[in-house]
């Protein structure tokens, strides 16, 4: 069990404390309510920029770093399609550095032309390096926007395009930090050897005094059901013919999401995995394959993702991965298969949680979700999980006209 208490500031800004006498150390993560889904459609990639922009400096600090790595801490940040997560580390003594350091970039960037110029800059040679100058790297940017029509998952948290990230200038990017990075639109989570007395002193101290703002977010449409398989084909010159096939499936807060988790796990991880024994050693088709999920906070996408043998065509591997899944909705699989899985997946549960950053990230996370609580539910949720359940809702998952299929060819077979 991962013990908190939550409370919440007069500004809006949700705290959770969890404290850990056993370690030296203490963390802050702040969770920003902002991902590439809040974006607006025609300047994408903003979330993503900002993650860069908050290390720029802000209003009291010129440099984020060099402070907190003199008290002894350490940073880092992601982006993903909801949220924008910061966290960092200190020794205990010293994490009154950590709320001087966020609160002030709460408070204020510095968002000046030439750091704006800077980072742009950074973002810009990642989205090339990344997404455009290596074999599959635009992977994203073709399959998201064949799976969605409507929803704002639609492109990845790069963004859609450079031009995007190239055109945003400093009205842009200021009214977008005024709208997002704001207390009544964060969860901070603070965990580790500090007491709950000493977190409600320093976060009055630090964050209270920070205005609440009023946050506009674009409208999120709902995707609508998918009538009909979706088929896209790329050619590029790229080492080995690569299938991808998306699947439409549940929100994170659903209890279908711990059955299709599990399901993804039974299928491609590890040489046991289904496809590994059906696809590549009974009867080869492809070199590698893997079973994912995207686990978004609304629904998500199920992806099947394989590199093709040789001489193999496209139908041919397609058809092969239809048989493997019409087995697995018509064919009850021995229940030791899935205990197997979910003992693997408890384990791995329980050994990241003695981290306390990895446990002050999963705090941040539910209660982002609605439900603080899911931390220590989650092990429970996976547990319950049956066999009937995994065939029952893989038959409502794994059906053509739920499919999006991206065909990634390789330039010298275009002719055949």
């Known amino acids: 069990m ?6 919440k500031l007069k500004n809006g800004l949700t705290v959770i404390h969890h404290e850990d006498q056993s370690t030296e150390l203490c963390v802050l993560n702040l969770l920003y309510k902002v991902g590439s889904k809040n974006e607006d459609p025609n300047k994408t990639g903003f979330a993503h920029l900002f993650e860069h922009l908050m290390f720029g400096g802000s209003m009291n600090i010129p440099n984020y ?8 801490g350490e940073n880092n940040a992601f982006t993903s399609n909801d949220i924008t997560n910061y966290y960092l580390t200190l020794p205990a003594n010293n994490i009154e550095t950590g709320f001087w350091l966020e609160s002030d970039r709460m408070l204020g960037l510095a968002i000046n032309p030439k750091s704006l110029r800077v980072q742009k800059g950074v973002v810009i040679e990642e989205f090339k390096e990344r997404y455009l100058n290596q074999p599959y790297g635009d992977v994203w940017l073709k399959l998201l926007p064949l799976a969605y029509k409507k929803h704002a998952y639609k492109w990845p948290t790069i963004g859609k395009a450079i031009s995007h990230i190239k055109n945003a200038n400093q009205e ?5 930090f005024a709208q997002n990075y704001a207390p009544n639109n964060c969860i901070l989570v603070v965990a580790g050897n500090v007491s709950l007395n000493r977190t409600k002193e320093l976060c009055e101290k630090w964050f209270a005094p920070i205005s609440a703002q009023k946050t506009q977010f674009n409208h ?3 995707e609508p059901k998918q009538r009909k398989t979706r088929r896209k084909t790329v050619v590029s010159n790229v080492p080995a013919n690569l299938l991808i096939m998306a699947f439409h499936m549940d929100q994170r807060q659903s209890k279908n999401f711990y059955v299709m988790d599990l399901l993804s796990d039974i299928m491609g991880s590890g040489k046991g995995a289904i496809l590994y024994q059906e696809l590549i050693k009974k009867n080869p088709v492809f070199s590698e394959i893997d079973a994912y999920i995207t686990a978004d906070a609304e629904p998500g996408l199920f992806i099947l993702e394989g590199r093709m043998l040789p001489n193999i065509s496209f139908e041919e591997a397609e058809k092969r991965i239809w048989e493997v899944l019409n087995k697995i ?3 009850k699989f021995e229940e030791e298969v899935l205990k197997r899985v979910q003992h693997k997946n408890e384990t791995s549960i329980r050994f990241g949680d003695i981290n306390p950053l990895n446990r002050a990230m999963k705090l941040a ?12 539910k989650e092990i429970d949720n996976y547990l319950r999980v049956t066999v009937d359940e995994i ?10 006209s739920n499919c999006a ?6 330039k010298e077979n275009e002719s055949k």
């Not at 991962?2 to 409370?7: D, E, L, N, Q, S």
């Open 2 to 7: 991962i013990a908190y208490t939550k409370f």
């Open 65 to 72: 770093d060099e402070p907190l790595q003199l008290a002894g």
């Open 172 to 176: 842009d990017v200021t009214a977008f």
């Open 220 to 222: 999120l449409e709902k």
């Open 329 to 331: 909705k018509s064919e």
């Open 365 to 376: 996370y539910a209660e982002y979700l609605g439900d603080v609580e899911l931390v220590n």
């Open 391 to 400: 065939m029952q809702e893989s038959g409502l998952v794994f059906v053509e």
């Open 405 to 410: 299929v991206l065909s990634y060819k390789m």
